[in-house]
């Protein structure tokens, strides 16, 4: 164990994190997304959701300050009846850790898989939000 780490991140994910660098990104997708099927390297983390992993990882996690919009959600299919509260958990969280970066790009459906397929990994969740998945482009530590 270490001090100060997060309990809720595992040695895998901080393997991860700590692997990335400036301008990789991480997906943490909820539970009907398909991780294993867009993910090159997948790090399971059923049981949690989204917000407490976000929190975690936001704790070590610098956004990209090179980027318009470093952060980025998949927005709601046209048609479907979902108002994803969840979002503002997610908006409320980032904006702890990083208020100035904060700034978030909607991004279609499958334009989101694709940009999910060249991301650094997939973190696979357990969360039963719709549309609850995020990308982090992730910056450099000042």
Same mark, same amino acid.
């Given at each position: %164990? #270490?001090?100060n780490i997060p309990?809720? #991140?595992s040695?895998e994910l901080? @393997?991860i994190? %700590?692997?990335?660098?400036?301008?990789?990104?991480? &997906?943490?997708?909820d539970?009907?997304?398909?991780?294993?099927t867009m993910g @090159?390297?997948? &790090?399971?983390c /059923?049981?949690?959701?989204?917000?407490?992993l #976000?929190?975690?990882i %936001?704790? #070590?996690?610098?956004l990209d300050?090179y980027?318009?919009?470093?952060?980025?959600l998949?927005?709601?299919v046209?048609? /479907? /009846?979902v108002?994803?509260v969840?979002?503002?958990?997610? @908006? *409320?969280?980032?904006?702890? +850790? *990083?208020?100035?970066n904060? @700034?978030?790009?909607m991004?279609?459906?499958?334009?989101? +898989?694709?940009? !999910?397929?060249? !991301?650094?990994?997939?973190v696979s969740?357990?969360? *039963?939000?719709l +549309?609850?998945?995020i990308?982090?482009?992730?910056?450099?530590v000042k």
């Amino acid at each position: %164990m #270490l001090k100060n780490i997060p309990k809720i #991140l595992s040695p895998e994910l901080l @393997k991860i994190l %700590m692997e990335m660098g400036h301008g990789d990104e991480i &997906v943490i997708a909820d539970g009907n997304f398909p991780a294993e099927t867009m993910g @090159k390297r997948v &790090v399971r983390c /059923d049981g949690h959701g989204v917000p407490e992993l #976000l929190d975690a990882i %936001m704790q #070590l996690f610098p956004l990209d300050t090179y980027t318009e919009k470093p952060v980025m959600l998949m927005e709601v299919v046209a048609g /479907d /009846d979902v108002v994803p509260v969840i979002w503002d958990k997610y @908006k *409320e969280i980032i904006n702890k +850790y *990083e208020p100035e970066n904060c @700034k978030i790009e909607m991004i279609e459906r499958f334009a989101f +898989y694709e940009r !999910a397929k060249t !991301a650094f990994a997939v973190v696979s969740t357990g969360e *039963e939000a719709l +549309y609850a998945n995020i990308i982090l482009k992730k910056g450099v530590v000042k």
